[in-house]
Every structure is written in structure tokens, then in C-alpha cells.
């Protein structure tokens, strides 16, 4: 069962960047980054496809951008001009998600 790390989250001002990273055990086909607030749903965010396609959430297209590293079965999301309501937990899986495989996240809190 491929297992899910993500790091890089942390505390920034309103406008500020961030960027987030994640590895998989294993190599699948496509990944992506969700998000979730208490309360709420967990949120799609972006898709990366080990062909080189991308995929962004409308919610954040122009902001943020997601890439991919194959080699080392890797994602990252590139987060700019955040928004205090981007605060959440990010999570990365695979796109369906696995449903057994989410890791513990990285929380990213936006402050104004």
C-alpha cells in the first residue's frame, strides 16, 4: 500500500509564499495535493500526472502551481499570494485517492 509524507507547511503573513512538499513510497501514475479545514470536506487542490499534465483546483489556478519530480517520486505545490481562508491541513495521495493512505499532513496557517 503506497504511504504519503508531506512537509513544508508553516505560518505566513497574508500575500506570503509557501511551498509544500510530498513522497510517495512507490511510483503511481497520478498524484495530487488536497486540503481540509475543520468542519469542512476535504478539498481537491491539484493533480500532477506522470506525463507531465497538471491540474489546478479553480480555488486556487493563477496561485498556486504544482509540479513533479518522477525520479524521485516526488510533488510539490508552490503556494503564492495566500489567503487567510487558505488556511488548512495539505495532504497529498493519489488522484483517485487512496483511501487507507493518508499521511498525517502539513498544516499551513495564513495570518493577516
Known amino acids: 500500500q503506497v504511504q504519503f509524507v508531506e512537509s513544508g507547511g508553516g505560518m505566513v503573513q497574508s500575500g506570503g509564499s509557501l511551498r509544500l512538499s510530498c513522497t510517495a513510497s512507490g511510483s503511481i501514475y497520478a498524484m495530487g495535493w488536497y486540503r481540509q479545514t475543520p468542519g469542512k470536506q476535504r478539498e481537491f487542490i491539484a493533480e500532477?500526472?506522470?506525463?507531465?499534465?497538471?491540474k489546478h483546483a479553480d480555488s486556487v489556478k493563477g496561485r498556486f502551481t504544482i509540479s513533479r519530480d518522477n525520479a524521485r517520486w516526488s510533488i510539490y505545490l508552490q503556494m503564492e499570494a495566500l489567503k487567510v481562508e487558505d488556511t488548512a491541513v495539505y495532504f497529498c495521495?493519489?488522484?483517485?485517492?487512496?483511501?487507507?493512505?493518508w499521511g498525517q499532513g502539513t498544516q499551513v496557517t495564513v495570518f493577516s
Open positions: 500532477a500526472n506522470r506525463d507531465g499534465t497538471t
Open positions: 495521495n493519489g488522484v483517485p485517492p487512496y483511501t487507507d493512505s
